[in-house]
């Protein structure tokens, strides 16, 4: 499945205009994301658009004007239908992240996710907007994956949009975001200037990876270390692109090169009405 080929053109670049903007996954919910992932044959990076932009991460519980509930929203009908203990605690608990989230596995996978994206993400939502926000994230996720809370968007307003995405055998490898020429791009991540040239810098992030953003005139030189979020120059033009690569090959979307994570704090269902 090609996740880029869905937002690739600038007929579909639109901005986040919903809560869904781009930040950091909770690196303990990579684990999960994956594991369902593998059982039920469906991207990951789907999984964790959804679980954005339906409750923030699980930070947004709330049961919703159509009676959704839990962590991946389902209508109470089609959680009946496909929910998953995936805990093995004897209870399939819309309210666990676990169980939800291989609950949204088991749909996603159902409705052909693989070979339908964009229909399967509108069978879970029926909404346009929210199937291209989703597949939007699944794609920025797929190119810079791990991420970690050390990661920042490249460009003052995080709600520009995404123009489109460049990549060969369906994966991504870089994301790029329109902005204003003569803007501020800032380093995604903590590094070591590696190059700069005329167009671009290079940073080496550590673990062997390296951070490549483009389109850019640097103010910074080679052998400087600098901090995420720190100014490395202006917008040239009219975007930037920014990419993740691994000893020089696009980033595998199954690796975690993440550092030990904090144990899963999970919000407490919201009470019942009295």
Request: aromatic residues 6%; hydrophobic residues 40%.
């Amino acid at each position: 499945m090609t996740l880029g080929a869905l937002v690739s053109s600038q007929d579909n670049a639109v901005p986040f205009t919903s809560p869904a903007t781009i930040e950091p996954i909770p690196p303990q919910l990579l684990q999960i994301y994956h594991a369902a992932s593998a059982k039920y044959h469906v991207p990951w990076t789907i999984l964790a658009g959804i679980n954005r932009v339906e409750t923030d991460f699980g930070r947004a519980l709330s049961v919703s004007s159509a009676g959704a509930i839990g962590w991946m929203q389902f209508e109470p009908a089609t959680w009946a239908a496909y929910s998953v203990d995936a805990d093995g605690d004897g209870n399939a608990d819309p309210y666990s992240p676990i169980d939800a989230i291989f609950t949204a596995a088991h749909y996603l996978a159902a409705t052909g996710v693989t070979k339908h994206p964009d229909q399967a993400v509108l069978a879970y939502n029926h909404s346009t907007d929210y199937a291209r926000e989703v597949l939007q994230l699944a794609v920025v996720y797929q190119a810079w994956n791990p991420l970690s809370p050390e990661w920042v968007w490249p460009v003052a307003d995080r709600n520009d949009p995404i123009l489109g995405v460049n990549g060969s055998d369906g994966q991504p490898e870089s994301v790029q975001i329109r902005c204003s020429a003569g803007v501020s791009v800032r380093a995604i991540h903590t590094g070591t200037v590696t190059a700069a040239t005329g167009t671009g810098v290079t940073l080496d992030i550590g673990n062997g990876l390296t951070v490549i953003e483009q389109g850019l005139r640097p103010d910074v030189s080679r052998g400087q270390v600098v901090d995420a979020g720190e100014t490395l120059g202006t917008a040239a033009t009219g975007g930037v692109s920014a990419a993740l690569e691994e000893q020089g090959n696009p980033l595998s979307p199954t690796r975690a090169n993440l550092a030990p994570t904090p144990p899963l704090v999970i919000a407490p269902p919201p009470s019942p009405a009295s």
